[in-house]
């Protein structure tokens, strides 16, 4: 957990916000790990980190979402850090390869975060109270091919330009910032 803690640390001193708003997250985000370091983990605090992946194609005009199985709402690939991830990026990828079941070698994972996103969870979510969610963004090889897991209800490639009605409000954001980065 230390190291997982000490890494995400990192990763949230040295990423550049892209604007006000991120920025504000980032502090607040630095903020919450500071008082509680087992945040970063499922079984710490009600109000705890996750990795999310948003998986674009080689091309750049689709995105590929689960269909949650708690929330029953198409999101970006993701979920909770585990103690055996090397770091954070490492427990991004392996959500992404767990939810998508595309190899590890077919995707490009960039390094750095594109996006943070908080958000209260309703519902079926347990202990969980919410989620402060550090996403990436991973393009995938021209041949990959999608396989669902027991880990997603469904996967579809939606265009970049036109997320799932009920989801936009929370992908649109991310979708942009992938693409900034990406493009």
Known sequence: ??????????????????????????????????????????????????????????TLTSALLTLHGKAHRWFQLGGHLEQGDADVLAGALREAVEESGLPADQLTLRPEPV?????????????????????????????????????????????????PADSAGELDPLVAAALRRVG
């Open 115 to 163: 996006h943070l996103d908080r958000h209260e969870l309703v519902g079926s979510f347990g202990r969980c109270r919410e989620h402060l969610d550090v996403r990436y963004v991973a393009v995938a090889a021209q041949d990959a091919r999608e396989i669902r897991s027991e880990e997603s209800l469904d996967l579809a490639w939606w265009p970049v330009g036109a997320m």
């Open 1 to 58: 957990m230390a190291d997982l803690a000490t890494d995400l640390e990192r990763v949230l001193r040295t990423w550049q916000a892209p604007d006000e708003e991120q920025e504000k997250l980032r502090r607040d985000y630095l903020a919450h790990l500071a008082a509680h370091p087992d945040a970063v983990l499922r079984h710490g605090p009600p109000e705890h980190f996750t990795v999310g992946v948003l998986v674009l194609d080689a």
